[in-house]
């Protein structure tokens, strides 16, 4: 259940709403990711009914600067990663937050509970060296996936992503998503060429082409 197999789903918790809606799902997807960041309101209630989940989850606190709410220290996103460890299959940390969340990815490993290394970059995709630099660099931190999300708003750089998932030797170990106008394109793409992990919004997407969870069971191979 903890170790993603080609193109599986993660359905994004978001608000208390889609906790509870989660929770009532009769036909979940692989993965539920708790966006504690986003939760913050809501963290006692949801931690006391977070076994109700019939799909392990995949928890995150993000940054401010790559799309994170309520605009969070890092004091307080180490708090709510290590509230929530014990009910995680996975972590996801961003790369620039490796250092201050040091501690959350020690204790993760310690209890054997797998670990992403994440870059977000909603201003647009990288050129082709420098998304290989940034999976080198997330690499080099040992975790089990690296997952980079770039926003596609350009014919050009949905071709920059989808040649780096396809020729990157590093992209066998790393989950790629677009964001933007051209965002749902990729992700649909990206599903049907056998990405690891396809997020998924429950019912309203949070940003630009998320898809929906019958719309990716759609895609898959």
Known sequence: M??????????????????????RMRHPPDFFELRLDSLAGNIESIRKRVGKLR???????????EGGAKNLSARNRRELFLAFLPHAAW?????????????????????????????????????????????????????????????????????????FFDQSPRARNVVVMGIGKLGRKSRLELARRGCALNY??????????QLSIPELRRALP
């Open 91 to 163: 972590v996801d940390i961003e790369l620039r937050s490796a250092r201050a969340l040091a501690p959350v990815l020690r204790a993760a490993r310690a209890e054997n509970i797998r670990v992403i290394i994440s870059f977000h970059d909603f201003r647009g995709t990288p050129s082709a060296a420098r998304l290989d630099q940034i999976a080198r660099k997330a690499q080099s931190l040992g975790p089990n996936l690296v997952k980079i999300a770039t926003r596609t708003d350009t014919p050009k750089e949905l071709k920059r992503l989808l040649d």
């Open 55 to 65: 799909a392990a989850a995949i928890i995150t606190a993000r940054h401010p600067h």
């Open 200 to 209: 998924a919004h429950l019912k309203t997407a949070r940003v630009a082409g």
């Open 2 to 23: 903890t170790k993603p197999r080609a193109a599986q789903i993660v359905g994004v918790i978001f608000s208390r709403a889609d906790f509870d809606r989660a929770i």
